[in-house]
């Protein structure tokens, strides 16, 4: 392929929501999921996140364990896969925990919508900034230019636009869903695919390859995406 392999990975409620109503960032994932996200992420080469959970949620995106960093140094890797954000206007804080947090590669892809001034500042901060001339970055030239810098194996951590419009492109191979026993409700909580949506003639067509009941009462889902 000429894109990473690629899967999004994502924590929700017993009704289908990935944040609440006020979209902070509320917590979902029970201990042994944040341990097994852990893990994911360490077999990772790069981590993608969408624009409004980068500059919303400015998130770490960084392996937690340190035995899990000791042994990506072991195998050659850097302590932490890539960081990849993705957004129209990137209005990103230089001190966030996006940039900051580390030691990590960081690349952001972006529009010319952002100011030159804004540009210079992230390059300056040892940011690596893909801009595309367009009014929305190009998810296929993305993916394309992820697999020359050497992210062969591609993390995706929403938020739910993100993920919609990477499944509608067909540009991913796995679904990972974990979802715990709570309800959030909310008509305009985010899900785990928002975006413009489908139509039935065009829904993406999955697979279920496996499925685990945990003892914490929480369900892990993991399905094979047909590109179409």
Known sequence: MNRPYTFINV????????DTFERKGSAISSKRDKSRVDELRAAADGILVGGRTLL??????TVKSEALREDRVRRGLSPNPVKVGVVTI???PLESDFIKAGPARVVIFTTNQTSKDKLAEL???GVEVFVHDAPRVDLNSMMQTLKKIGVDHL?????????????RLGLVDELMLFVAPMI??????????DGTGLLRDAAVEMKLMDVEKWE??????????FSS
């Not at 739910?160 to 990477?166: A, D, K, S, V, Y």
């Open 11 to 18: 924590a929700m409620t017993a009704d289908g929501k990935i």
């Open 56 to 61: 919303d949620e400015t998130p770490k995106l």
């Open 90 to 92: 990137a209005d990103i």
């Open 123 to 125: 390059t300056a901060s």
């Open 155 to 167: 993390m995706v951590e929403g938020g739910g636009t993100m993920n919609f419009e990477l499944m």
């Open 184 to 193: 959030f409700g909310g008509a305009n909580a985010p899900t785990p695919a």
């Open 216 to 225: 914490d009462g929480g369900v892990l889902l993991r399905y094979k995406i």
